[in-house]
């Protein structure tokens, strides 16, 4: 997804205090563990952006599962948000179906080597109206031509 034109300075940031970008992410986020989201802070978003979307998954996941694994959908997140509390969803937000047919956050569970997991953080000009079982696919394409800036995560996992 491009970024739109606006105002944005090109610096939306997304963090996690529980890993570092391209590090392990810890246990307890685990499919298998306590299947927790990590916190999440988020920096930089344009002022023109009028809600923002989240996406987890697992582009490893192709090989043994046949496709991009999507562990977590969240939009209409508020722009205003700096953090995003462990095991948590900010007030208002929606949260869509994941890859295991549930709604909301299902945590990594690579089922043969270690995977990377991408946070993908996207700055959209726009609230969404999408179902409450919305899918990554179903949000991707109402994003499209409505975001400002993205920023990216990416976090390892073994089984």
Known sequence: MAPTESDASGRLSLRSPAFDDGTEIPRQYGYTNQNTSPPLGIEGVPTDAVSLALVMDDPDAMKPAGKVWDHWVVWNID??????????????????????????????????????YRFVLYALDTALDLGSGATKSDLEAAIDGHVLDEARLTGTYAP
């Open 79 to 116: 722009p205003e948000t700096a953090d995003i509390a462990e095991g948590s969803v900010p007030a208002g937000a929606d949260e869509g179906t994941n890859s295991y047919g549930k709604r909301g956050y299902g945590g990594p569970n690579p089922p043969d080597r270690e995977h990377t």
